[in-house]
């Protein structure tokens, strides 16, 4: 039996008519029900529905997913003294940490730091004025505790009590409930981030607006969540690893985030694009397993097949990063109407 679930209209622009596009059974997790994702008639916006009623979004999310069973943070300042120097050479140079700066980098610690900022850019946020840093949905604190070695003052949201329990070795100020009922006060913030939270909740439009409003001037807002755009969602449609249902409510593209960035007062300044080889891997068995090929799924993910397969597509997926078309995009916002500071 289905969760019970609501004909709601159009998150981002409140039209009614919708076309249903892809149906699935909740794959990651085994929540009970089919659920449907629709396109809106008026402004092409994907969308569950029906979808599962307000009251009923707590039991999406069984005992073992997994927002309390994160890997420990990936703090970047590990390794020996050569490694070392040049994380804080790209830090210093690419995201602003001006206080990591040493002066005489020699060639070998650029070429290095130049090599490892691709990872880095992914795991430290930017440095950005007086280093106030929260990250909402902030799980057991991965994010938090590698902000915090970098040097900010941190602070989470995470509606999951056994999750935010752990998120406090980090920082005492871990506030357990919704992103809309958190208690900040406006413009607390110099860097506010959000991974893969936004396509979790009932009303995107207003949990962007308040992330924005938690912003100081000159601050930065990070979003990251998955891309219905990508070349996975059109590649494997309804067995689109991204699709996540019952859990995920929206499934943003490119063009439809950035229509919910700028209805909540906000402007995207940098987008990249992340393609990694274990998305398309399942949404690959999800597929076969559709048509009735579940041998030809075993075999996919039999170990040395797997690693084949991972190995082609590993050479092949820096043509969809660099087309856009990624897995999981990330945005960087700033307030409209701010002058433009750099990323
Ligand atoms: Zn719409």
Redesign the pocket.
Known sequence: MSLPTVEA???????SD?EPLWSTSDRAFAVPGVYTVAR??????LYQRPRVRDEHLAACYPDHYPRHQEPSPRIPFKGPPARVRAVRWALASRLGYAALRETGAGPLTRARAALLFRRIKWDCPPWRGQGRYLDVGCGSGGALGVAQALGWQVTGVEVDAAAAAKARRFSPRVHVGDLLGAPFAPGEFDCVTAFHVLEHVPDPVAAMRRMLEWLAPGGLLVVEVPNAGGLGARLFGRAWSGLELPRHLSHFTPESLERVVTRAGGRVVWRWHQAKPRYYLWSLGHWLRDRGLDGLARLAEWRPAYGLLKLLLELTLPLARWAGRGEVMRVGIELAGERPTAA
């Open positions: 209209p159009c998150f981002l622009c409140g039209a919708a809106c008639r008026a402004c092409g916006f």
